[in-house]
């Protein structure tokens, strides 16, 4: 049963996001015109966390577009700088690792990936800052066992190990021995906290940790991209939380959508969704800033969208995402 929290009054906290050249500063576009239309009663900052040139990355990471950076001003969020120092090209979820010392100590926080849409509103989300948790919208990604190699078991309970968490705490015992819905796994499509810097820093070190000194049951396992989706786990229970959120039946439900590609969201989410999307384009300041992004003007302004989403049964979609991607590839609707 979903942890309830107790009965607070209205609390102001902080969003972030990642926002930077590329598709990811279009993505956060949508993202805070979302908010905006969606729940208007949010009061507290919006805030874009933007990482600078360096040596970890070729090209300028900076949000490159003028006309984004103005819009999302107009929009009143606020662009944060963090410099990456561990992860950068190499490993761009890492962003969401390094830039959490960068936002306000002490502020709770909730992180979205930018390919999210606000669908409701946040204010009525019963967030308890005190219980950090982060997204069950996951599937078993990681670990992959391999023939005559440790189990879920022994993998998991070496990284508790490896950081003095108690391993057994962690386990939802309703599930079996062995199946991965047992061991605390989270996506990173979301999560939250009392303190980023607080959050933050666990998150590097058990990262940075894993990365560089991982356990020898991990001898098979593969981290890119898994590394944050890993540590993740271990963060929120270091920090007292857990899966038993209240939280989880409204994000990723009716007040947001992690929906990470177009072409995916055309093909598998509700029809609400849908109507957000085009509801918070279709203003003409927005639209001439998406319109610079190829995926956006293709799917949402031109039609492709739909034609995807008539590809699909959306009662009865394939079970296997892969099986959906390669229906849409197949039929040359693929972008991202």
């Known amino acids: 049963m ?4 107790a009965k607070k009054a209205e609390q102001l906290f902080n969003i972030t996001l990642v926002g930077q050249s590329g598709r990811l500063e279009y993505e956060a576009l949508l993202f805070v015109a979302s908010l905006r ?11 874009i966390a ?8 070729p090209k300028d990471p900076r949000i490159g577009n ?10 009143g969020a606020e662009i944060v700088p963090f ?16 830039m959490l010392q960068a936002l306000p100590k002490g502020e709770p926080f909730v992180f979205f990936d930018s390919d999210t849409l606000i669908t409701g ?17 996951r599937t078993d990604t990681w670990p992959q066992l391999e023939l005559y190699g440790p189990g879920y078991t022994d993998i998991w309970k070496s990284l508790y190990d490896a950081f003095d968490l108690d391993f057994e705490s962690s386990l939802d015992l309703n599930e079996p021995d ?18 980023p810097h607080v959050f933050g820093e666990k998150f590097l070190s058990y990262a940075l940790h894993i990365r560089d000194t991982p356990p020898p049951e991990l001898v098979c396992q593969s981290l890119d991209p898994w590394l944050d989706q890993v540590a993740l786990p271990l963060v929120i229970h270091a920090l007292g939380g857990g899966r038993d959120s209240a939280v989880h039946a409204h994000l990723d439900g009716p007040v947001s959508c992690h929906y990470r590609l177009l072409p995916m969201l055309y093909a598998r989410e509700n029809q609400a969704v849908i109507d957000t999307l085009h509801a918070v384009c279709s203003p003409n300041k927005i639209k001439k800033v998406l319109k610079g992004y190829d995926p956006i003007k293709r799917m949402v302004f031109q039609g492709r969208g739909e034609k995807v989403r008539a590809l699909f049964d959306q009662n009865d979609l394939p079970r ?14 693929w972008m991202r």
């Not at 933007?50 to 990355?57: K, R, S």
């Not at 003028?66 to 929009?75: H, I, P, Q």
């Not at 410099?83 to 390094?98: A, D, L, R, V």
Request: net charge positive.
């Open 37 to 47: 239309a969606k729940s208007p009663n949010f009061k507290g900052r919006v805030l």
């Open 121 to 137: 509103e946040l204010n009525d989300v019963p967030f308890d800052f005190d219980y950090p948790s982060a997204s069950m919208r």
């Open 2 to 5: 979903a942890r309830k929290p």
């Open 83 to 98: 410099e990456s120092k561990h992860f950068g090209h190499t490993y761009p979820p890492g962003n969401k690792i390094e």
């Open 66 to 75: 003028g006309d984004v950076r103005a819009a999302l001003a107009d929009l």
């Open 320 to 333: 296997k995402e892969q099986a959906i991607r390669n229906r849409i590839k197949s039929n040359g609707f």
């Open 178 to 195: 062995e199946y991965w819905k047992r061991y605390l796994y989270f996506s990173a499509g979301y999560f939250f906290g009392s303190c």
């Open 50 to 57: 933007e990482p600078q040139p360096g040596p970890l990355w």
